[in-house]
Structure formats: structure tokens, C-alpha cells
């Protein structure tokens, strides 16, 4: 049901590229003088890259087959509509 | 048991994967959800309050918790390790790196486990305001799921030890693993969102 | 259960060794978890049910002792009548035993149970061990749940909504261990049903019989399985905000304190996200296994079967984007106000698609009245007047009157009662010879038919037009106010068809337990029906299937040209 054919991607350079971004993101949440958006913009950005990166490689989900990423996927769109829709009703 | 179940290579084609790691991911989905409720609240709550909430980098202890999250990370390299030495069938680096990530898990709590005592000791606690109801309500809950991961990895550890896992059988490994992933990927958006934002 | 005994089971090539209690208490056979969910939940079905008894009786006549009222502790009723607190506890309680302790574990814990691994052709779910802790996990919670009624203060007497402040603040509804145990009771049955779903979609996915591709899986399955992926993603949301109602209640937590910047409307909003998909959680299967029953009874396919799937599909996807409809009187932005009433009249789409393929189905077929196909006919019927009333209500402007009133009520229980009970009747009497290897006294069966579906009218119609003018829910004495004084005969009319609707039951009971002994044997296949499950002995065996069948068309092929029968079984090859 699975094939056995195992590539196993390069673990420490994902590592690497993991601890990086953490130094960057406390970093950039250090630099008090930047505009609010901005900041909260990049960090989410690297969070997001970062969680992308363990789904992708320690996960397997890239070498996974497509029919999986649609479990994954899922949940996503849904977590979105609920926090779009219920910041509505706070004008601030 | 019935002659059926010797039929399944014969099954209609499914998710392509074995059942195990489709159920793990099946479940991790509804641990999204979970996880949208309490982190979603946050947001809503703090992004529309109309009075401003303390500054995380105030209450709480920055570079102690990016450490944690270091260590956490480290410990998802020595779980895919593990995994890779389970799927070789070198038992000798499963067992190694499987402890490994067993300490790194226990390490992780032990930490979160001091800063709570200091944040309790300095009077900041789940009533102490919206900040405190939120704080503790997501870092426990994440907790709480590393704990459940570090003791289900401790049995994978000592399964481990038994010789239970082969190359043709590393199934309990690759889907004790995805879990502990998944416990990591929460933590990554929770610290930049909680501590960082 | 332990490593021990399944290598036991392995090497005795079967399950004739195991005890008793292995073998029907801690069974991790698919069937008998599907039974011991049937038991538990139609217990809650009638406790829910006097409940609403007691409820009824206080409407109906407001200030008099219930009869036998004597034997309830002074907390509940002085001198046997019914206190208003214990009324609010008994509408919460009414609700909340019906919605999570009877109609989701009998449509997805006893049908989703029993059906799946049978109809797609499998030995069993993909996890027995875990389906196990599902039911156990569920019963402590039904224990949970019970347990709140000896609370000092009460059990939770907030609806079954459990709105904050309200359920929030112990100091205002003087409810506190009664609403600890509702939310920990609600938390653990989360997880039995998070579990139960993980196991049905990997189940339906990856364990289907040769031959059964998706679009032959019957529409029951489909539903099902769908249902298991709303559950998936929906209760978790509850699960987190009953945590933070929970840690309100005993940490000291300020999540919906007002006072302290907490959002009452936020708990509405998670309520609700959680709770629209859960009303289609109640709904979907009774549609899915209406759509089987109907095929077999008209002796005809289903009418539309690739639209009956997306129909499912679409209601389910669309499920998600309509929650805010149950919020139009919160005070939300009015913006949302409008979006929801847009998404809400969409849904009905797919539902009307439904509808209209039931009745083609019907047209022209071989109508055989048995009982499941009568209660399957009553689903069809009464569920268009509650998803009719449900038009009105998505109206933003026309629910600013509707709005807890017991027009609301009349929806509810024309969908939940007019819908899904019916189905899941339907459903007993259809699957019950294969349960239980018993056939079931037809006459019987049509008796408790006729007698509950005209007293279920006589009990909720009437409610419509209460609604209209302007009878609140949950109150506990009509008659307190002016304008409501001239409708208490129609509350007291409402109260006789109710407790007539309870003795009404009393068919279904007893014949439910006598044809367990006394029932004739059932054959292989009763019904004539295209099922997997109907090819296997009444009850089948552990493993279900000798050998894995292999599936060679759809499951509707009723009087079907390729073959003199006017059935054939899915798995049944068909001689050129």
C-alpha cells in the first residue's frame, strides 16, 4: 500500500534553517522602533515558514502522497473564517 | 483471525498510506481545531480589546522560553533521527536518539514547569487579568499535550529497547513521531504569537 | 486487551474463547459497540424524554404538583411543584441529554458503529481498541452528566447553550457544581466522539472492499462519513470553550468576564461554530440511512445518487459559513447579520435538492409500506416543515420576532424529532433483525408508528403558532404574563399530546424487548435489500465477512433489467 523507496531529505540543514529563524524572529521582536504591522506581519511570516518546514521534512508531508495534504489542509480555511469573522465585531 | 483480514493488499486504494499514520494525521487535524479555539480566543480577545494588554516581554522570561523552543526543535531533529534509524533498522540510533528526544521533551516541560512556579511566585496567575486567563489556558494545554507525547515516547523508548521495531515494522515510531512534530509546529506558532507579538 | 490476550486471539484462529466479559462488555467488535450504544442511548432518549414530561407538565399546568411529584427533593420541587430553578434545569438538561447523550450517539455511535465496516465490505474499524475507549469514554460521561442533578445548587440550569455570563458566574445563577459537571461531562464526551470520527474516516477510507469505490459506497456511508469529518473538526472548538468556561468557573479566569475585558459574545460565536455543524452532525445520517430505506422500499434506485452526494457534501461545506444565523439577536455586527442570512438561505439548496430526489425515487416505485419505510416517509415530510419554518428564521429582519420563541421550538423538534428520531426509528426496526437475529412484530411496529407520529404533530405543530404570537422559551409560568393567558389551552393541549406521545412509546418498548426472546428468527435477508451486511448471518459473526467480498455495482440496483430478482446484493456478479 506504501512504497518502501525511502529519500530522506538533509534533517540538519532543516535544523539549521530552523535555528536561524528563531534568532531572527527574537531578533526582530526585539527591535522595538519598527511599525506594529510590519512587525507582527514578518514574525507571523516566519512562524508560519518555519511550521511549513517541520510539516514538510520532519513530517514527511512532501514526500507523502497529495491525497494526505488534503487532511492537512482541512482544518485551515476553517480556523481562518472563525478568527476573521469574530474579530468583526470589535471595531478597534 | 477471519480469512478477510488476509485480503488487504486487495482493498480498494485509500489515502495511500498506511492506516496508523492516516489515523495520527486524521487526528491531528482535530488538534488544529483545538488549538484554533484556544489561540483564536487570544487573538480575538487581545487584538480587540479595547484596552491595551501588557507587554509579553514584561511578564514573561524571553530568552529562557527561546531557549525552550530551541531545545523543542532539538528535539524534533533527534524524533526524525530516530525515525530514519527505525526505517534502516539500526536499532542502536533508534534507541539512542529516542532517549534523546524523551529528555528534550521532559527538559521542555521541566522549564515551562519553573517558569510557571516563577510567574506564580511573582503574583501573575490564570485570574490575573485576560492576559494571565490566555497565557496559562494555551501553554498549559500545549503542555499538557507534550507530557501525554513524552510519556507515549517513553513507552516507544522502551518498546524500542525490546527490539519491538524493524525494518519492516518502524510504524509505532513514524506515528509517535508525526505527534511529537505536530506538538512542535503548535509551539513554534504559540511562542511568536504569545511571547513575541 | 493486553499484548497477552491478542496473541491468544491470533493463535486460536477465532473469538470462541473469549469470557463473558470480553466478549460483550469489553468487546472490541464493531457490532456489539454499536448495540452497547443503542442500550445506553435510548436509555438517555427517555430521560430526556420525561424531562421534557416534567417541563411540560409545568407549562401546561403552571403552580400544580406534579404528580408523583412527592418523591423530588424540596431543591427541585416544594411539595411537587416544580421550583423555577429546577425548571431552568430541566429545560438545560432536556436539551443537552437529547443533543449529545441520545440522537448524535444513536445516529453516529450506534449506526456509524454497526453500518460502516459492514456495508463497505470490512472485518471491522480500522482501530477496535480505540472504538472501545470511545464507548467507555462516552458512558463515563453520560455518569458525569447524571451526576449533576445531586449537586448542591443544582445541576446546570444555563440551556443547553450554556450562554456566559450567565453559566459563567456562579454568584448570579447560584449554580456552580451542577455547571462544573456539565462542562467536564460535555469535555469527556468530546474526546469519545474526536476519537470515534478518527477512527470512521480512516475506517471509510482505507478499508473499503474490492470493488467499492467511492461512488458505489451506499448514501448512508456517505453521510457517515462526512458526519465523521464535522465532528472532527467541530468539537474540538467546543471542547476549547467549554475549557474556558470551565477554567471561568474554578481558576478564576476572566474569558467571558465582562469586568475584566472578557467577551461574553465570543462564547456565542464558539458555541455556535461548533454548534451549526453539530445540527447537520444530527441530521446527515438520518438523511443517509433515509435514502437506503427509501431505495428498498420503493424497490427503485435513488433518484440522483451522484447529487445525493454532493447535496451532502455541500450541506456540510456550507455548514460552517452559517453559525451566526443562531446570533442574529446577540447584538453582533449588523455586517454579519446580513452575510449569515445570505449563507443560511443558500444551505437550503442542497437540502431541497434532497428532498425533491427522495420523491423522485418514490415516483412510480413499488411502494412497500413496512415500517421503516413509513418512518422514513415521516422523516421526508416532516422535515420539510421544519426546514420550511427554518426559511423564515434565516430572515435577519423576521427573526428579530421569531427569536426565542417557540416558533424556534417548533423548528427544532420538527428537524430533530420530525427528522432525526424518526430516522433513527426507521433505522431500528430496518437493522434490527440483523443486530439481534430476531424479526421484530410488524404490527406492532406500525401501531407505535401511527400513534407517535400523530401525537408528535399534536405536540409540536401547535407550537408554531404559540411562536407567532410571541410565547417566549424557556419560561417558567406563561400565565405570569397578560398577552400569553389566552393561549394556555393550546400549552395545555401541546402538554396532553406530549404525555400521550410518552405512552406511545410503550409499543416500541415492548416490542423492542420481547422480540429480543420471542421474535422469529430473522433469514439472511429480510428486507430484500442491496447491502453487504444483508449477504452475512443474522447476527453476523466476529470478522463479519468469510471472505472479503468483492463489490460489483452500486448499492441502489432495484429492479434492475439485468436480473429477475428486483434486488441486487453489491456483491452479486450478474450472469450475462
Known amino acids: 500500500m506504501e512504497s518502501t523507496e525511502h529519500k530522506h531529505p538533509n534533517y540538519m540543514a532543516v535544523w539549521a534553517v530552523l535555528f536561524v529563524m528563531t534568532v531572527i524572529e527574537v531578533g526582530v521582536a526585539m527591535l522595538s522602533h519598527i511599525p506594529r504591522a510590519l512587525l507582527v506581519l514578518v514574525l507571523l511570516g516566519l512562524a508560519i515558514w518555519k511550521a511549513v518546514l517541520v510539516a514538510m521534512y520532519f513530517m514527511h508531508l512532501k514526500f507523502e502522497p497529495r491525497r494526505l495534504l488534503f487532511v492537512v489542509l482541512a482544518p485551515l480555511p476553517l480556523a481562518v473564517i472563525l478568527v476573521v469573522i469574530v474579530l468583526q465585531e470589535f471595531p478597534g | 483471525m477471519s480469512h478477510a483480514a488476509a485480503d488487504a493488499h486487495l482493498l480498494e486504494p485509500g489515502a495511500g498510506v498506511y492506516h496508523k499514520k492516516l489515523g495520527m494525521w486524521v487526528f491531528l487535524a482535530s488538534e488544529v481545531m483545538f488549538f484554533t479555539a484556544l489561540i483564536g480566543s487570544y487573538i480575538i480577545l487581545r487584538f480587540g480589546a479595547a484596552e491595551s494588554w501588557p507587554v509579553p516581554s514584561t511578564v514573561l522570561n524571553i530568552p529562557v522560553t527561546a531557549l525552550n523552543t530551541f531545545i523543542l526543535i532539538c528535539s524534533s531533529v533527534s524524533m526524525v533521527k530516530a525515525y530514519a534509524a527505525a526505517v534502516e533498522g539500526d536499532q542502536k540510533r533508534l534507541r539512542l536518539w529516542l532517549l534523546v528526544t524523551v529528555i528534550g521533551g521532559a527538559t521542555f516541560v521541566g522549564v515551562q514547569v519553573f517558569e510557571y512556579t516563577h510567574l506564580i511566585h511573582e503574583h501573575f496567575l490564570p485570574s490575573s487579568g485576560l492576559f494571565g486567563s490566555t497565557f496559562y489556558t494555551m501553554t498549559g494545554f500545549h503542555g499538557f499535550h507534550v507530557s501525554m507525547g513524552v510519556i507515549c515516547m517513553t513507552w516507544v523508548t522502551i518498546q524500542a529497547f525490546r527490539g519491538r521495531y524493524t525494518r519492516e515494522n518502524y510504524h509505532g515510531v513514524e506515528v509517535i513521531g508525526l505527534y511529537w512534530h505536530f506538538v512542535d509546529l503548535v509551539w513554534i506558532i504559540l511562542f511568536t504569537i504569545v511571547y513575541l507579538i | ?576
Open chain 3, 1 to 576: 486487551m493486553t499484548t497477552a490476550a491478542v496473541h491468544h486471539e491470533a493463535a486460536a484462529g477465532g473469538h470462541h474463547e473469549l469470557s463473558f466479559v470480553r466478549k460483550y462488555i469489553f468487546s472490541t467488535d464493531h457490532k456489539i459497540i454499536g448495540i452497547q450504544f443503542l442500550f445506553m442511548s435510548l436509555f438517555f432518549l427517555l430521560v430526556g424524554g420525561l424531562l421534557a414530561m416534567m417541563m411540560r407538565w409545568q407549562l401546561g399546568y403552571p403552580g400544580k404538583a406534579v404528580p408523583g411529584g412527592g418523591v423530588l427533593p424540596e431543591t427541585m420541587a416544594s411539595g411537587g411543584v416544580i421550583l423555577p430553578e429546577f425548571y431552568n434545569s430541566l429545560v438545560t438538561m432536556h436539551g443537552t441529554f437529547m443533543v449529545f447523550f441520545a440522537i448524535m450517539p444513536l445516529l453516529v455511535g450506534v449506526y456509524g458503529n454497526y453500518l460502516i465496516p459492514l456495508k463497505i465490505g470490512a472485518p471491522d474499524m480500522a482501530f477496535p481498541r480505540i472504538n472501545m475507549a470511545s464507548f467507555w469514554i462516552a458512558f463515563g460521561a453520560g455518569i458525569i452528566m447524571l451526576a449533576g442533578f445531586f449537586a448542591t445548587g443544582g445541576h446546570a440550569a444555563a440551556g443547553w447553550t450554556s450562554y456566559a455570563p450567565l453559566s459563567a458566574r456562579s454568584d448570579l445563577s447560584g449554580v456552580h457544581m451542577g455547571q462544573v459537571l456539565w462542562l467536564v461531562g460535555l469535555i469527556v464526551l468530546g474526546l469519545s466522539s474526536i476519537l470515534g470520527s478518527m477512527n470512521y474516516i480512516t475506517t471509510v477510507v482505507n478499508l473499503r472492499a474490492p470493488g467499492m469505490t467511492w461512488f458505489r459506497l451506499p448514501l448512508s456511508i456517505w453521510a457517515l462519513f462526512i458526519t465523521a469529518i464535522l465532528v472532527l473538526l467541530a468539537m474540538p472548538v467546543l471542547s476549547g470553550a467549554l475549557i474556558m468556561l470551565l477554567f471561568d468557573q474554578t481558576l478564576g479566569t476572566h474569558f467571558f468576564d465582562v469586568s475584566a475585558g472578557g467577551q461574553p459574545l465570543m462564547w456565542q460565536h464558539l458555541f455556535w461554530f461548533f454548534g451549526h455543524p453539530e445540527v447537520y452532525i444530527l441530521i446527515l445520517p438520518a438523511m443517509g440511512i433515509v435514502s437506503d430505506i427509501i431505495a428498498n422500499g420503493s424497490r427503485k434506485p435513488i433518484f440522483g445518487y451522484h447529487s445525493m452526494v454532493f447535496a451532502i457534501g455541500a450541506i456540510a461545506f456550507l455548514g460552517w459559513i452559517v453559525w451566526g444565523h443562531h446570533m442574529f439577536q446577540s447584538g453582533m455586527n449588523p455586517m454579519l447579520g446580513t452575510s449569515f442570512m445570505i449563507s443560511t438561505m443558500v444551505i437550503a439548496v442542497p437540502s431541497a435538492i434532497k428532498t425533491f430526489n427522495w420523491m423522485g425515487t418514490l415516483w412510480r416505485g413499488n411502494i412497500h409500506f413496512h415500517t421503516p419505510m413509513l418512518n422514513a416517509l415521516a422523516f421526508v415530510s416532516m422535515f420539510v416543515i421544519g426546514g420550511l419554518s427554518g426559511i423564515f428564521m434565516a430572515s435577519t429582519p423576521v427573526d428579530i420576532f421569531q427569536h426565542d420563541t417557540y416558533f424556534i421550538v417548533a423548528h427544532i423538534h420538527y428537524v430533530l424529532f420530525g427528522g432525526s428520531l424518526f430516522a433513527i426509528f426507521g433505522a431500528i426496526y430496518f437493522w434490527y433483525p440483523k443486530m439481534f437475529g430476531r424479526m421484530m412484530s410488524e404490527r406492532l411496529g406500525k401501531v407505535h408508528f401511527v400513534l407517535t407520529f400523530v401525537f408528535y404533530n399534536l405536540t409540536f405543530f401547535p407550537m408554531h403558532f404559540l411562536g407567532m404570537t410571541g410565547h417566549m422559551r424557556r419560561i417558567y409560568d406563561p400565565t405570569q404574563y397578560e398577552f400569553l393567558r389566552p393561549y394556555q389551552g393550546t400549552n395545555r393541549l401541546i402538554t396532553v399530546g406530549a404525555f400521550l406521545l410518552l405512552a406511545s412509546q410503550l409499543p416500541f418498548i415492548w416490542n423492542f424487548f420481547w422480540s429480543l426472546r420471542k421474535g422469529a428468527k430473522a433469514p439472511l435477508n429480510p428486507w430484500r435489500d442491496n447491502g453487504l451486511e444483508w449477504t452475512v448471518p443474522s447476527p453476523p459473526p466476529h470478522g463479519n465477512f468469510a471472505t472479503t467480498p468483492t463489490v460489483h455495482h452500486g448499492p441502489y440496483e432495484y429492479s434492475s433489467p439485468l436480473t429477475t430478482d428486483d434486488y441486487l446484493p453489491q456483491n452479486q456478479e450478474v450472469r450475462p
